[in-house]
């Protein structure tokens, strides 16, 4: 299953990202964290070196690997240059298992203690006023257009600040869950109701997470605001602060009642279903819009061609898990 965390800058939504993965790792699930965040500090949260992060390839600095991969043997994709942030897969294409192995993984992943980690980079001084950042997210939704993961299999992503991943391009309908890290203030509860107001047309479930809470009365605002969308409350916790200090903790040294937000997430994302042919629909939409509006004149190409209206997620799933 995929989950996002998103919410207003400084609202901790590396922080969630961090602990929920270890959370899970913890347990021996299988997880897979993507920094898909403009403020690239992720994998240093998650205990890998600087020099680790700073070496490793970037889906969205380097993305040669994975266009090519995608591509495969797609009659319908004429050129790895044609590869979209919403590119749909089709027959022929490189298909990324979450538990297989490619060229996708063998690039652009490194591991440790149970968590997989990659990320989409950011800026080089040379991309300064150059580009925006949304050629490094592009290539998240590239990734995730061409994963197959399936019950079990855990992907998180920790997004852009604010409403960008619902506004400005398609990467939070990609997700099944998109969990809302929001502070008691107006600014951030604001961002629930942008995100509500982008999402909601296309089915994006989300769930808000209060953060700095201190008292009944911040939960109270923030539930007055959000609704039942509230699913609980992070109280200030020391265990976080030890860990911003540069110690490093195991994960069940985590508040009680923090842990059990933590556990309420995996059962909150644990009962939900991937709907394929929605996800497939809902895809189609924003490929077929980004052609209309800059995709085709960018790349001197149809790219509504890409379509492939007899491809089917589901149908490799599904052959997978009984040839298992």
Same mark, same amino acid.
């Given at each position: 299953?995929?989950?996002?965390?998103?919410? %207003? @800058?400084?609202?901790? %939504?590396?922080?969630?990202? +961090?602990?929920?993965?270890?959370?899970?790792?913890?347990?021996?699930?299988?997880?897979?964290?993507?920094?898909?965040?403009?403020?690239?500090?992720?994998?240093?949260?998650?205990?890998?070196? =600087?020099?680790?992060? /700073?070496?490793?390839?970037?889906?969205?600095?380097?993305? %040669?690997?994975?266009?090519?991969?995608?591509?495969?043997?797609?009659?319908?994709?004429?050129?790895?240059?044609?590869?979209?942030?919403?590119?749909?897969?089709?027959?022929?294409?490189?298909?990324?298992?979450?538990?297989? *192995?490619?060229?996708?993984?063998? +690039?652009?992943?490194?591991?440790?203690?149970?968590?997989?980690?990659?990320?989409?980079?950011?800026?080089?001084?040379?991309?300064?006023?150059?580009?925006?950042?949304? +050629?490094?997210?592009?290539? &998240?939704?590239?990734?995730?257009?061409?994963? $197959?993961?399936?019950?079990?299999?855990?992907?998180?992503?920790?997004?852009?600040? @604010?409403?960008?991943?619902?506004?400005?391009?398609?990467?939070?309908?990609?997700? #099944?869950?998109?969990?809302?890290?929001?502070?008691?203030?107006? /600014?951030? +509860? @604001?961002?629930? #109701?942008?995100?509500?107001?982008? @999402?909601?047309?296309?089915?994006?479930?989300?769930?808000?997470?209060?953060?700095?809470?201190?008292?009944?009365?911040?939960?109270?605002?923030?539930? =007055?605001?959000?609704?039942?969308?509230?699913?609980?409350?992070?109280?200030?916790?020391?265990?976080?602060?030890?860990?911003? /200090?540069?110690?490093? *903790?195991?994960?069940?040294?985590?508040?009680?009642?923090?842990? !059990?937000?933590?556990? =309420?997430?995996?059962? $909150?994302?644990?009962?939900?279903?991937? #709907?394929?042919?929605?996800?497939?629909?809902?895809?189609?939409?924003?490929?077929?819009?980004?052609?209309?509006?800059?995709?085709?004149?960018?790349?001197?190409?149809?790219?509504?061609? *890409?379509?492939?209206? !007899? &491809?089917?997620?589901?149908?490799?799933?599904?052959? %997978?898990?009984?040839?298992?």
């Amino acid at each position: 299953m995929r989950i996002a965390f998103c919410g %207003k @800058g400084g609202s901790g %939504k590396s922080t969630f990202s +961090t602990l929920f993965a270890r959370y899970l790792a913890n347990l021996g699930e299988p997880v897979l964290v993507v920094d898909g965040d403009i403020n690239q500090h992720l994998g240093q949260a998650l205990g890998f070196s =600087e020099n680790e992060t /700073k070496s490793l390839p970037c889906l969205g600095k380097d993305p %040669k690997v994975l266009n090519e991969f995608v591509q495969g043997s797609n009659p319908r994709i004429l050129s790895s240059s044609h590869i979209t942030e919403t590119t749909p897969a089709g027959n022929g294409s490189g298909i990324i298992w979450f538990g297989g *192995q490619n060229p996708v993984f063998e +690039t652009y992943q490194i591991e440790r203690d149970g968590i997989r980690f990659m990320s989409v980079g950011s800026h080089r001084d040379e991309d300064i006023g150059a580009t925006c950042f949304h +050629t490094f997210t592009g290539a &998240f939704g590239t990734f995730l257009n061409h994963l $197959i993961d399936g019950p079990g299999e855990y992907v998180i992503g920790d997004m852009c600040a @604010g409403a960008d991943p619902f506004a400005s391009c398609s990467l939070s309908t990609r997700f #099944d869950a998109v969990f809302l890290v929001t502070e008691p203030t107006l /600014k951030s +509860t @604001g961002v629930y #109701d942008q995100c509500r107001k982008y @999402g909601d047309p296309f089915g994006v479930k989300i769930f808000v997470i209060g953060n700095k809470v201190e008292d009944k009365a911040d939960e109270a605002f923030i539930r =007055e605001h959000v609704g039942d969308a509230l699913i609980g409350c992070f109280r200030n916790s020391k265990f976080i602060r030890n860990i911003e /200090k540069g110690e490093r *903790q195991d994960i069940s040294e985590l508040e009680p009642e923090n842990l !059990d937000l933590l556990a =309420e997430i995996k059962t $909150i994302t644990d009962g939900l279903t991937r #709907d394929w042919k929605k996800y497939r629909e809902v895809g189609i939409h924003f490929h077929k819009q980004a052609a209309k509006s800059w995709g085709n004149d960018l790349l001197k190409t149809d790219l509504l061609k *890409q379509i492939d209206p !007899d &491809f089917r997620q589901e149908d490799l799933l599904s052959n %997978k898990l009984q040839a298992a």
